[in-house]
């Protein structure tokens, strides 16, 4: 819809600061979108893990995890996808496995049981959306998305949680920074 698309401010993805937030008891995409960004869709469930989630999680290509499916939008402008696992032992007895986690999200519920994330790490790529996609995202012919993978890992270096996300590249402004 133009309306939507027409006066749009970007959205900054500021990695990693962006993931300290929920220590606060805030949402991640607040970080990004200062509480712009609402969940327009949750779905919570058991899947068969895929070779990369299975082999990131420790476990084997069709095992059972949790997947915590969303979409989010921004100014009611669907701009987000994701799909974050987890090992279904780990959190069935938590909030993780309803769709509202509660303050902090996820990552205060692994820490509250011990798996509280402290590395992460993002893969990125530009591509076209596929038919599923460009439909959940609204988004006109010819735009791309950015495909991300992040891994979280604890303390003892598990991975405790992989998030497939997909972005309208037209929306988000990636910011990224280190020291060295």
């Known amino acids: 819809m133009p309306g939507k698309r027409g006066s749009f401010e970007r959205i900054v993805r500021s990695f990693p600061s962006r993931l300290k937030v929920w220590r606060e008891g805030a949402a991640i995409q607040d970080a990004d979108t200062g509480k712009r960004a609402r969940m327009v869709e949750v779905t919570v469930g058991e899947v068969r893990a895929s070779a990369s989630v299975a082999s990131a999680l420790g476990v084997a290509p069709g095992d059972p995890v949790l997947r915590r499916s969303r979409r989010f939008a921004v100014d009611q402008r669907?701009?987000?996808?994701?799909?974050s696992f987890y090992l279904v032992d780990m959190v069935r007895a938590t909030p993780i496995v309803y769709t509202d986690t509660g303050p902090g999200g996820v990552y205060a519920r692994l820490s509250e049981i011990g798996h509280e994330p402290?590395?992460?790490t993002e893969k990125l790529h530009a591509r076209m959306p596929y038919p599923a996609e460009r439909t959940a995202l609204e988004l006109p012919g010819g735009t791309p998305v950015i495909a991300i993978v992040r891994t979280a890992?604890?303390?003892?270096?598990?991975c405790?949680?992989?998030t497939e996300m997909t972005i309208d590249a037209s929306a988000y402004e990636l910011e990224y920074h280190a020291t060295v």
């Open 160 to 162: 405790v949680e992989v």
């Open 78 to 83: 669907p701009v987000q996808l994701a799909d």
């Open 118 to 120: 402290v590395r992460f």
């Open 153 to 158: 890992f604890d303390a003892d270096d598990h």
